[in-house]
């Protein structure tokens, strides 16, 4: 199964919004609601975002917003700041008991 | 608080085995199916393998199927991941995680620092 596809990159100022799509197929993102984000900082494990592609868990600040159409996937990152550096990979269930997982995106706070 | 930690990584001579163990605390480990992903250096993340809730049903990615079992013990909420046949490309820090709810393709909760595992000779 491939990989979903994402930005290699995406950057912005502080305050800005920012957004990173993945795009997959009809067969993962255009066929469950099961899309999930995560977001990993340097050295650190990855941590969740988004589930079940609009999901925030607790915790998780209401500036990032997860939607989707079709077969893609957003994460939107609004009011952005210097924490909010790092990579970002969103993943999608595949069916078959499978998941696959996007090539991920860097974010850069300018 | 919810935690995972994993263990048992190290380094590997191709062609070996290890098991990875990653120990549950804070919530019902037996009420969720878990999983492993990998990371190998400067690259992204992979789904290797995940086990329902009950474990009588266990699901692997393609790369490490037929070499790799997964199994948990929910007495004593841990997780396991038996690798066979190391090979150089298995090379990765290995991430347990929970779903976050109880259907199976929501996602995963990563709450360690994950296990490296390097295979080189």
């Excluded at chain 2, 329902?52 to 699901?59: L, N």
């Excluded at chain 2, 997780?79 to 290995?94: F, I, Q, V």
């Amino acid at each position: 199964q491939a990989a979903l596809t994402q930005p290699r990159s995406v950057s912005g100022s502080p305050g800005q919004s920012v957004t990173i799509s993945c795009t997959g197929t009809s067969s993962d993102v255009g066929r469950y609601n099961y899309v999930s984000w995560y977001q990993q900082r340097p050295g650190r494990g990855p941590r969740l975002l988004i589930f079940d592609a609009t999901d925030r868990p607790s915790g998780v600040p209401d500036r990032f917003f997860g939607s989707k159409l079709g077969n893609t996937a957003s994460l939107i990152i609004s009011g952005l700041q210097a924490e909010d550096e790092g990579d970002y990979y969103c993943c999608s269930y595949g069916g078959n008991y499978n998941f696959v997982f996007g090539t991920g995106t860097r974010v850069t706070v300018l | 608080e919810e935690q995972l930690s994993e263990s048992g990584g190290g380094l590997i001579q191709p062609g070996g085995s290890l098991r990875l163990s990653c120990a549950a605390s804070g919530f019902s480990f037996r009420d969720y199916a878990m999983t492993w992903v990998r990371q190998a250096p400067g690259k992204g993340l992979e789904w290797v393998s995940s086990i329902s809730a009950s474990a009588d049903s266990r699901f692997y990615g393609d790369s490490v199927k037929g070499r790799f079992t997964i199994s948990r013990d929910n007495s004593n909420n841990m997780l396991y991941l038996l690798m066979n046949s190391l090979r150089a490309d298995d090379t990765a820090l290995y991430y347990c995680g929970r779903t976050p709810t109880g259907h199976y393709g929501s996602g995963f909760y990563f709450w360690g620092q994950g296990s490296l595992v390097t295979v080189s000779s």
